[in-house]
């Protein structure tokens, strides 16, 4: 059974840093490239970053892009969105999702998805 299992996430002030990890399990990890997604009350779920299976390529979105670093452990099975200068904005359930091959901007071609964590930012 496929599992992705999202932690990290709590109440920050504005300003502050966080670290989410994103666990798996039931899959061959070092193939998937993994994509964080946020979702605020009341809106549609946004693409955050991605990585490839190599860690080697990675895209953001613009409005994390200089604020957020997404990496991985292979050995670990664990992708990491370091997220840092957090604004009220960024408040959000964030969830990681598992595509086999290349990263995608696109949350329908994510086969895989974890249940999420919330972060709050407090301004």
């Known amino acids: 059974q496929v599992r992705l299992v999202e932690s990290g996430g709590q109440l920050v002030q504005a300003g502050g840093s966080l670290r989410l990890s994103c666990a798996g399990s039931g899959l061959p990890f070092n193939i998937y490239a993994v994509g964080w997604f946020r979702q605020a009350p009341g809106k549609e779920r946004e693409f955050v970053a991605h990585i490839n299976w190599s860690g080697g390529s990675t895209n953001y979105a613009d409005s994390v892009k200089g604020r957020f670093t997404i990496s991985r452990d292979n050995a670990k099975n664990t992708v990491y969105l370091q997220m840092g200068s957090l604004k009220p904005e960024d408040t959000a359930v964030y969830s990681c999702?598992?595509?086999?091959?290349?990263?995608?901007?696109?949350?329908?071609?994510?086969?895989?998805w974890g249940r999420g964590t919330q972060v709050t930012v407090s301004s």
């Open positions: 999702a598992a595509i086999r091959g290349a990263g995608s901007f696109y949350a329908k071609s994510y086969e895989y």
